[in-house]
């Protein structure tokens, strides 16, 4: 059996505002005292990292607790973003062990670290594992730690975010036992007798028919269909984003193949990647990733109400894996351009997430990247949301 229960808090003293999200964990799950606890934080809070860690582990009852700052956090109540808070995530349960860990530093070290993931997942042979993974998004490339983990134990799933903050600490943070970090990579291998559904939620929807990367080098795109990227792009800017070339990049996208070998883009199958320059005189564009002539591809633009649709998509695809099972708990690691700034209203993906599956306990962060599984790999997403629940196994 898995007991599981969250709880938040946005009191103002770091001891106080973590020991009362996690007694309302507790309660909330009926037990004294955890096998594991997630902790989720806004960065403020690890100016008193030593208040941080000391709390949870004295009120939770044992050091098996990872965690990580974000730009916000929530559970299946509410959603905190702008504003400082904590919460937490306790389970107890013989059929789920998890295993905390921290390395550092991470950034020149992602390969070694993956290599490292791969070796232990693959002689753990567990039937049934998950892999969180909470990288600090300042450092390190978490394409390569995931790579280098698939060289070495093949397809295990693997969910996360990158650690973020608001923009004013100047850095992120990893915590494990009583450890906070930052340059590092914390998180969890789960593993025992639960079954695990992982689902997104894009937060950007196509806007072209798919079209063929004709001319590319590294991660620059110099033709599509045969002619200048450019002018691809330009027939997408209408009315404002006409105007304001700026405003244009912060809400136009392409979408890249999830499997580079299928190289689809149908629903579902692409990884969203920024546009960070152009060209108009050589007609190119720029873009946070490598492409290959011969790549399927299509324009993508951040939009609240098709976010919202496609939220209410993946969640029925979601209640329906289930097949009337209720999960036991829920991770929901949410970009942080989503939110408020998406939707312009706070709380609408925990307000979704609640509706569709009820009182479920659910902890997420907002994140610099999301980290989720996609066909038979892991991949890196932006302005997406990964939505992980555990049941137990029948």
Known sequence: ????????????????????????????????????????????????????????????GTDCVVGSSGAGV????????????????????????????????????????GASFGEFVAKAQDKKSLMILLPDSYNGNPQALLQSMA???GFHSVIGAGSTENGEAGATFQLCGDKVASNSVAG????????????????????????LITKAEGNL??????????????????????EDIRRALMVLFVGLPADRRENSVAPGKYLVRNIYGLDPDKGVLAVTDAVSEGEAMI????????????????LRRQVQALEGR????GLYFNCCARGNSLYGIPGIDSAYIRQALGEVPLLGMFG???????????????????LALITETD
């Open 326 to 329: 209720t999960p036991a708990f």
């Open 188 to 211: 969890a291998y789960l593993s025992g007798e639960f079954d695990v559904h992982v689902d997104i939620t894009q937060g950007c929807q196509p806007i072209s028919e798919p079209m």
């Open 299 to 314: 324009f993508t633009m951040r939009d609240g109400q098709c976010a919202r649709e496609d939220l209410g998509q993946m």
């Open 221 to 242: 795109i110099y033709e599509i269909n045969g002619r200048p990227a450019i002018e691809a792009f330009a027939r997408l800017l209408k009315g404002p984003l006409a």
């Open 368 to 386: 610099g990247y999301e980290l989720a599984p996609l066909g038979r790999a892991n991949h890196l997403f932006a302005y997406t949301g990964v």
């Open 74 to 113: 929530l559970t299946g109540e509410s959603e905190i973003e702008g504003r400082g808070g904590v919460v937490v995530l306790v389970v107890a349960s013989d059929a789920v062990i998890g295993r905390p860990f921290i390395f550092e530093p991470l950034k020149g070290n992602e390969t070694h670290l």
């Open 1 to 60: 059996m898995i007991r599981a229960g969250v709880g938040q808090s946005q009191q103002q003293a770091t001891g106080q505002a973590v020991e009362e999200a996690a007694r309302q964990a507790l309660a909330r799950a009926g037990i004294s005292r955890a096998d594991l606890a997630i902790m989720f934080f806004t960065a403020d809070r690890a100016g008193h990292a030593r208040d941080l860690v000391s709390s949870l582990i004295s009120t939770v």
């Open 151 to 153: 060289d070495k134990a």
